[in-house]
C-alpha cells in the first residue's frame, strides 16, 4: 500500500471556481504537511506548510489537515488559469535524515 | 528573494559520455539534493548531501553517479557515463537544515537529453 494517495487528474475547473484537492496517507508518523506546485518544465515550489491537525490560509489558498482520519486537503478560492500546474501533497516525518518523497500529484487546468 | 540557480538550463549529450551538472544552493542552506523527473513521471529523489558527504541516496544513484561539492558555492552533479535513461529533468534543492518538515526550494532544473 502507498503510504500517500492522491487523485491524478486532470482537475479541469473554470476560472473563478472553488478547487479541492485531497489526499490520505497512512503512515501515522507524519507530522509535516506541505503542498508543492509544480508548473510544467518548473521545480517544485512549496505552497503551504502546515504542522499537525488543523487549518491554514494565505490568501486564496487554505491547506485542512485532519489527522485522525488521515486526510490532507488544498482549497483554492477564485481559482485562476495562473493555478494550472500539478499540486503535490507531501507529507514528512519529524525524523531527520529522511529525504522528502513526492508523489505524482493532481494536475489542475484552469480555464478562462 | 534568494533562489537556486542550475546551469546549464539544457544540456545534450552522447550516451556513454560524462556530464557534470551544476547548481549553485541558498547561501546560508547546508543540505542539498539532487531530484529527478522523467518526462510525464513524478519528481524522484536521487541523493542528499550535508557536511561534504552523502546523507542519503536512493537506488536510482548508484556508481554512474557521483555529488560533489567543489567549493564554497557550488554544488555538483556528474554522470560518469550517460544511458539513454538518463534522459530527464535534473532539479537541484536545498535546505536550511535537514530535519523532518524541512521545506526544500528547488532550481528550475536541467533538461538532459542523451542521444
Known amino acids: 500500500q502507498k503510504e500517500v494517495e492522491q487523485d491524478p487528474g486532470p482537475l479541469s475547473v473554470p476560472e473563478g471556481a472553488i478547487v479541492s484537492l485531497n489526499c490520505t496517507y497512512s503512515n501515522s508518523a507524519f507530522q509535516y504537511f506541505m503542498w508543492y506546485r509544480q508548473y510544467s518544465r518548473k521545480g517544485p515550489e512549496l505552497l503551504m506548510y502546515t504542522y499537525s491537525s488543523g487549518n491554514k490560509e494565505d490568501g486564496r489558498f487554505t491547506a485542512q489537515v485532519d489527522k485522525s482520519s488521515k486526510y490532507i486537503s488544498l482549497f483554492i478560492r477564485d481559482s485562476q488559469p495562473s493555478d494550472s500546474a500539478t499540486y503535490l501533497c507531501v507529507p514528512d516525518t519529524d525524523q531527520a535524515g529522511t529525504a522528502l518523497i513526492f508523489g505524482k500529484g493532481t494536475t489542475l487546468s484552469v480555464s478562462s | 528573494e534568494p533562489e537556486v540557480t542550475q546551469t546549464p538550463s539544457h544540456q545534450v549529450t552522447q550516451m556513454g559520455q560524462e556530464v557534470i551538472l551544476r547548481c549553485v544552493p541558498i547561501s546560508n542552506h547546508l543540505y542539498f539534493y539532487w531530484y529527478r523527473q522523467i518526462l510525464g513521471q513524478k519528481v524522484e529523489f536521487l541523493v542528499s548531501?550535508?557536511?561534504?558527504?552523502?546523507?542519503?541516496k536512493s537506488e536510482i544513484f548508484d556508481d554512474q553517479f557521483s555529488v560533489e561539492r567543489p567549493d564554497g558555492s557550488n554544488f555538483t552533479l556528474k554522470i560518469r557515463s550517460t544511458k539513454l535513461e538518463d534522459s530527464a529533468m535534473y532539479f537541484c534543492a536545498s535546505s536550511v537544515g535537514g530535519g523532518g518538515g524541512e521545506k526544500l526550494f528547488f532550481g528550475s532544473g536541467t533538461q538532459l537529453s542523451v542521444l
Open positions: 548531501f550535508y557536511n561534504n558527504e552523502i546523507s542519503e
